[in-house]
């Protein structure tokens, strides 16, 4: 796929003592955009940044899960942390329609293909 490419950074410089988790992404490749999903349970519309600086896409979610006041925690299998992912876009992707929603926890990114890269059908007409 020429529109993204995966840039984990395992080095990012972070604010928040938190683990931090690399969500699954699925990428489709349609006519005329790309479509991203990525799993990000926990994470809602306010706990979300998405940024594009010089073609790098970078997602962050913000999971926000404290225990209740007078209760303690007996038993932990599920790790609690934040999600970050980072890709570079290539010039096919028109960075100023990119369109995102989340929902339970699946964020969708609508990336609209550039006009300059999207296919373009010639009508033919017969000959006089």
Known sequence: MKELKDQTQDNAER?????????SVD????????????DMPGVDENGLDITV????LTIYGKVDAEIPEK???VSSEYGIGDYQRSFTLSDEVDTEKIQA???NGV???VLPKADSARIKKIP?????
């Open 15 to 23: 604010t928040r003592e938190r683990r931090l988790y690399t969500p």
């Open 27 to 38: 990428i489709i490749e349609r006519e005329s955009d790309t479509l991203l999903l990525a």
């Open 53 to 56: 600086e010089k073609r790098s």
């Open 71 to 73: 209760h303690t925690l």
């Open 101 to 103: 929603t989340i929902k």
């Open 107 to 109: 964020l969708r990114l």
């Open 124 to 128: 033919v007409t017969a000959g006089v």
